[in-house]
């Protein structure tokens, strides 16, 4: 049996992971996928990537391209999910800003330098024409610490997935005043070098199997209800983010390596460009 570690955010996207592992069918093939949740996201999966923590991570795509360019030896070997991820912008629930205007001028909580938060930050300060050079920045490490630092008011407003942070909404925790999707297809699926180049038959076995699990995950019977349940979802939330999702069985295309890194490079996010073969491998 090989085990091969990966880590993954704790959201619905992943759901096909946790399926393929609890009916096991990597454990068929002799392979122990060990998966363990993330709640600190891409900016501590990339870290875990860097320190040999993890073997591969499903990761947002301008957070994993940003590291890999700043000397992370990994690669991206597969779009996991193809559409955009829609981050909601989000305030205290007993907050005076009304709108996205608002809150130009005031400080952003994010999970971790490097973060989809802490990027996506950027790219909404740009959307919006603000000056980028000026943001500030709280670090809350978890969604549960945003809460506390939107509530205590440490921080003003905070980027996370719209779905999952819905519930914080209806409860009347955080209330949105905007959405931000990413130009680009959301989550990739990295894998350190050096397991790639010892285990590169495995690691293609991995992607074969959660590919057939992905192509029909939407077929699945009463999967709106499944999601739905375990990430405390309303149903209608879940079927619109059923219909908007789209997962890939594809590698990352080159035109869109060129768009995410030239946008990170136009916002000062990375300082130099790296090549495709350098930040993209075939399995």
Aim: charged share 25%.
């Amino acid at each position: 049996m090989k085990t091969i570690k990966i880590v993954g955010v704790p959201e619905h996207f992943n759901l096909p992971w946790h399926l393929c592992i609890e009916n096991g069918e990597f454990e068929v093939e002799g392979i122990d996928l060990e998966w363990t949740d993330i709640p600190e996201g891409t900016g501590k999966m990339c870290q875990m990537l860097r320190d040999g923590e993890t073997d591969m991570a499903v990761i947002l795509s301008e957070g994993i391209v940003k590291d890999i360019v700043g000397g992370n030896d990994s690669s991206i070997v597969q779009v996991f999910v193809q559409s955009p991820l829609i981050w909601g912008i989000h305030v205290a629930a007993n907050s005076p800003y009304q709108t996205i205007t608002d809150v130009e001028h005031k400080k952003v909580a994010i999970s971790r330098y490097g973060s989809g938060s802490h990027l996506m930050a950027i790219v909404n300060a740009q959307n919006n024409n603000w000056n980028t050079e000026t943001l500030e920045y709280e670090l809350v490490n978890t969604i549960d610490g945003a809460v506390e630092s939107l509530t205590n008011g440490t921080s003003d407003y905070f980027m996370w997935e719209r779905f999952m942070t819905q519930p914080l909404v209806d409860k009347g925790v955080f209330r949105r005043i905007g959405e931000c999707p990413t130009p680009w297809p959301c989550f990739v699926i990295a894998v350190r070098n050096e397991v790639l180049e010892k285990h590169p038959q495995t690691i293609a076995r991995i992607l074969e199997i959660i590919n057939e699990t992905t192509l029909e995950f939407k077929d699945i019977p009463s999967i709106d209800r499944t999601l739905a349940s375990k990430y405390h979802q309303k149903l209608e939330d879940i079927q619109q983010w059923l219909r908007l999702t789209r997962w890939s069985q594809k590698p990352l295309d080159e035109k869109v390596l060129n768009k995410i890194q030239n946008q990170l490079f136009d916002l000062k996010i990375i300082d130099k460009k790296g090549t495709f073969a350098e930040i993209v491998k075939a399995v």
